[in-house]
């Protein structure tokens, strides 16, 4: 079942502009990740927030945690058509050693040159 | 390092086949992840491994799916007798517990059943 459930399911904006994704999930979590995942590809780690952190930056990403409305946020800023992807929130609610992390169906996001 | 290694990259069968994926993990690497990604359901994690031993396999579809991971640097999925509706994108991850750099997918496995 998941955990994480992104918005917008699909996003396309031109290049130079910012794309801004949410993410909602259900139960408390250890941390959050995103990852990216270029078609017919594994999905790629791009960052992950620990659930004590508020906002995390990588380069041109910008993530935002809010655990008490049980959300989080991906901002790419200046895109590019290389950032033409599906982004993933994944939720690590590892207890007692058992270790999950759930995906979101994600966002389709592309960028038009 | 090559990552995590995935074979076969495309896999066309007979309904009532057996269907063996195979995994090699990250060297280093305790934890390993079988994921199924489709349209309809997204990611679904199978089962995963910590340190060789099945921790949690809840995910796993029924019976006719099992997996193994005889030591640290492989892994198999097998699917018998498989069914048109296990075709999927098959993803192995690994990870090393304990960090934060997430998880390193392999390229996948793309299973269709006729």
């Known amino acids: 079942s998941q955990q994480g459930e992104e918005d917008p399911q699909a996003l396309s904006i031109q290049e130079g502009e910012n794309a801004t994704m949410n993410c909602s999930y259900k139960?408390?979590?250890?941390?959050l990740q995103w990852y990216r995942q270029n078609s017919g590809r594994g999905l790629v780690h791009l960052i992950l927030i620990r659930s004590n952190e508020r906002e995390k930056h990588s380069g041109r990403l910008r993530v935002t945690l809010d655990t008490s409305k049980k959300s989080s946020s991906l901002l790419i800023t200046a895109s590019r058509a290389a950032d033409t992807a599906s982004y993933f929130c994944a939720t690590d609610a590892t207890q007692g050693g058992s270790e999950k992390l759930v995906f979101g169906k994600g966002t389709k996001l592309t960028v038009n040159p | 390092d090559a990552g995590v290694i995935q074979s076969p990259r495309h896999e066309v069968t007979e309904m009532g086949q057996e269907v063996t994926l195979r995994c090699k993990p990250i060297?280093?690497?305790?934890?390993l992840f079988w994921y199924r990604q489709t349209m309809m359901r997204g990611l679904e994690l199978l089962i995963y491994f910590n340190n060789n031993v099945p921790i949690d396999d809840s995910g796993m579809p029924e019976d006719r799916f099992s997996a193994k991971m005889p030591n640290a640097s492989f892994s198999t999925l097998k699917i018998q007798p498989s069914e048109p509706r296990d075709s999927a994108v098959y993803f192995c991850?690994?990870?090393?517990?304990?960090?934060?750099?997430?998880?390193?997918f392999g390229s996948g496995t793309r299973l269709t059943v006729v």
């Open positions: 139960t408390s979590i250890n941390n």
């Open positions: 991850a690994s990870s090393f517990t304990g960090t934060v750099g997430g998880y390193t």
């Open positions: 060297s280093g690497h305790n934890s």
